[in-house]
């Protein structure tokens, strides 16, 4: 009985905090070979660096951080 008491508790502060999480925000990251750019949420790799700051959206068209 008190170990379902406890899970139940556990699954409750999970969930609620998961209704806190955003998503994460996008970034333009630019190719060190050839200066062409893109939007996503995590680095290609080695051969991209960031540019800017970061988008709400996968377009990079607005500003900001998602959920603020």
Do not use: H
Not at 23 to 28: C, D, F, G, H, L
Not at 40 to 63: F, H, M, N
């Amino acid at each position: 009985m008190m170990k379902s008491k406890l899970s139940v508790a556990i699954l409750g502060m999970l969930f609620c905090a998961s209704l806190l999480a955003a998503p994460a925000p996008w970034y333009k990251w630019r190719s060190k070979l050839n200066g062409k750019e893109f939007c996503a949420q995590t680095s290609p790799g080695e051969g991209w660096e960031q540019v800017g700051i970061p988008y709400k959206d996968a377009r990079c068209e607005k500003p900001g951080v998602p959920g603020k």
